[in-house]
């Protein structure tokens, strides 16, 4: 069988369905409906055309050579999700969901959110189809991302700060799953990566393909061939497997997920979930976590919210295991290096989850060579990350030298 | 075969109300949560539901959540959870189950988990995130150790669904009254009494009705249509405030009596 023909609910030995008996109906619910709508032309029109109308799909693909001249000469091009309307490959996966929500005749949406992405991506979808929206959002992450909070509330979505646990996204998708468990039947959880219970990975997959089947005829026709490798940041995996997705069948192509590896991967405080963790539930899902040895969840650190999370969507954790793609971890600093350079080199300021992946694709021209085709996903911009990296650079400095 | 059912059942023959109650293990330390268990049952506590603290509780309101990120942080292991089922056993007749999410039991090995919970006298298993249609390993290693099992029903919970609930429940089936998480509420959704009676046409045998269930009458009421009634954030709460003779004192409450009817 095709990998691309790979479905839900086990994707080998992880994946599944770990959720409380009250939660199975609308598990249930969605993947019947899902079912029928990824067969049916009108709602596939009606997506196509929320991309090509509201969204701004096809999104671009721009080739970066001065950028890549730090990554070993290799050619280096960015699918370029950042300049989606919301700023991120997260609105592809929403307005699916969206549309699927309408379906089921349900008028309110809850969402988790780490850096905000899909807090704001759900938000829009929320105004757009007139729904009542409420994101969980932990605390730590709402101050750090004060800017998406703000874009949320403006867009008419109530924000609640999620204060249990780490205060972060494993904590947001906690307490959305108890909103969800008592709100079931007016409700849908619109989930934000491809992890959780089934249908959700590959649900969620399937809005985020797009991204690669895109890409994967963008760079053929720029280039007459396939790309030597595909990188893309990895926390939940939602934008890598969208990129990934359609090259899973390419055997010449390399796919490399790049996990938050916080301050070192060998260090306690990193979100490098597939090279650090072992199999475990959690959300739903069988996959790889960051655990400890009675099964608790570690709280996980990256300075990108987004990838600050310690699972990781069990497709990803199927391709990692049968060594289709490999995960690598990137730093902290790495990530914020690539950030910097991206934009005094190119003039686009990547989010910080995106750095991740353009420290990996440095990383990978420079084993690869110059022979080398690497596409990055550039999965969002970098807008709402000012604060954080003012902050490291030292921007709001009037002297700001330290950036070089 | 199943020790919880038994007692269910002959608590009911003698015409008296069946009371569940939950605590976690290792709130406020592991020594008190031991006599504030010993406590309820010598309270008229006829079932204990031994919580294992978990990071991520999903299922679980403030007062639970508050308790068990408390016991993790005091030092919670999951050994202590083997040594707490021994030591209230040793000492108290009831029979005792552990309610664990799913994770724990799969790190510790679902074999050595059944075979140690066996030896410390544990009753069995309810497991919250954990349905029959995953639960390929642990129904082998229950039926190996002969360990209860309790799986949940919801209000949602397709007639197939409950069908297959009742069969592979051992103990009781766990009637989530209404739908939501852990925590007390004034009234008990109409849900509850319909879920009761679905199970029943079903052919449940042995059903307990918790979430939300807080108060002496509720408990009266639900006994009124079902074979018990299950309190955990009540008594979390008042083992919180007044320590274990306060929980003892709620469960005497809840139980009409300490030593019921």
Redesign the interface.
């Known amino acids: 069988m095709a990998l691309r023909d790979q479905t839900g609910p086990y994707f080998g030995d992880f994946g ?7 939660l ?3 598990i249930d619910e969605i993947a019947e409906a899902y079912d029928l709508a990824k067969l049916d032309p009108t709602f596939q029109h009606e997506l196509a055309e929320l991309g090509r109308t509201y969204s701004g799909r096809p999104s671009i693909i721009t080739e970066v050579p001065r950028f890549a001249e730090h990554a070993g000469g290799a050619r280096v091009i960015l699918k370029r999700e950042d300049l989606n309307h919301t700023g991120s490959h997260k609105i592809n996966n929403v307005l699916g969901q969206a549309l699927l929500t309408k379906r089921l005749g349900k008028t309110r949406v809850i969402a988790e959110t780490g850096a905000g992405q899909h807090g704001v991506a759900t938000a829009t979808a929320a105004a757009l189809f007139g729904m009542d929206c409420v994101i969980y959002m932990g605390e730590v992450d709402t101050e750090r991302q004060a800017l998406n909070v703000a874009r949320m509330r403006l867009l008419g979505a109530e924000v609640i700060p999620v204060k ?2 780490s205060r972060t996204l ?2 947001a998708i ?1 307490e959305a ?2 909103d969800w ?5 007016s409700t849908m959880y619109i989930f934000g990566t491809v992890a959780g219970p089934h249908p959700f990975p590959e649900m969620v997959r399937d809005f985020q393909k797009i991204i690669g089947e895109e890409a994967r005829a963008q760079v053929l026709e720029l280039t007459g061939e396939l790309p030597t490798a595909v990188a893309a940041a990895v926390g939940g995996g939602s934008n890598a497997i969208g990129i990934f997705h359609a090259f899973l069948d390419d055997p010449t192509v390399a796919l490399y997920g790049f996990e938050a590896g916080g301050e070192g991967a060998d260090t306690p405080r990193h979100a490098a979930t597939i090279t650090k963790g072992r199999p ?5 899902a069988r996959s790889y976590l960051l ?1 400890d ?5 570690i709280e996980s650190h990256s300075i990108s919210a987004g990838l600050d999370y310690p699972g990781v969507g069990p497709e990803h954790a199927w391709l990692s295991a049968i060594g289709r793609a490999s995960y690598r971890p990137v730093t902290d600093t790495a990530a914020m290096d690539a950030l910097l350079l991206l934009s005094r080199t190119e003039g686009i300021i990547p989010a910080i989850e995106s750095a991740h992946a353009l420290a990996g694709a440095i990383e990978l021209g420079r084993e690869l060579g110059p022979d080398a085709t690497i596409l990055v996903n550039l999965s969002g911009r970098g807008d709402k990350d000012m604060e954080t990296a003012g902050t490291w650079f030292g921007l709001f400095d009037e002297q700001n030298g330290t950036a070089e | 075969m199943s020790r919880v059912a038994d007692v269910i059942a002959a608590k009911r023959a003698a015409g008296g109300e069946v009371l569940v109650g939950y605590l976690p293990i290792g709130f406020p330390d592991l020594d008190a949560s031991v006599e504030a268990a010993v406590a309820l049952i010598e309270n008229g506590v006829d079932v204990l539901e031994f919580g294992i603290p ?8 403030p007062v639970i ?1 508050a308790a068990t ?1 408390a016991a ?1 942080a005091n030092g919670f ?2 050994r202590h959870a083997f040594e707490a089922v021994r030591r209230v056993t040793e000492r108290v007749d009831a029979p005792v189950l552990l309610m664990t999410y ?7 090995g679902v074999d050595r988990f059944a075979d140690d919970l066996a030896a410390a006298g544990g009753a069995g298993l309810i497991t ?4 029959p ?2 639960a390929g390993d642990w129904l082998a290693a229950s039926d190996r150790t002969g360990l209860d099992r309790v ?8 007639d197939e ?1 409950l069908r297959r ?1 009742i069969e592979l429940s051992r103990g009781f089936v766990y009637a ?1 009254s209404t ?3 852990t925590g007390a509420r004034a009234d008990l959704d109409v849900a509850a009494r319909t879920l009761v009676g679905r199970l029943r046409d079903a052919g449940a045998e042995s059903v307990c009705v918790g979430i939300g269930v807080s108060t002496p009458e509720q408990v009266r009421e639900i006994n009124g249509y079902a074979d018990g009634a299950i309190v955990g954030s009540a008594l979390v709460k008042s083992l919180a405030d007044g320590g274990p003779s306060a929980a003892g004192a709620l469960a005497a409450s809840l139980s009409h009596g300490p030593s019921g009817h």
Do not use: C
């Not at chain 1, 040895?293 to 969840?297: I, P, R």
């Open positions: 599944g369905r770990f959720v409380p008996e009250s199975v109906q609308a249990s646990g494993k904590d906690n799953m108890r468990v008592a709100n079931v039947e475990g539930v959690l959300h739903g655990q040895e009675d099964g608790q969840t | 978990y990071s991520d509780p999903v299922m679980d309101g959540q990120t993790l292991k999951l799913w994770n724990p039991v799969l790190q510790y919250p995130d954990l349905i249609d995953e799986f949940l029903a919801a209000p949602t919970s397709s669904r609930a989530v739908m939501g998480i």
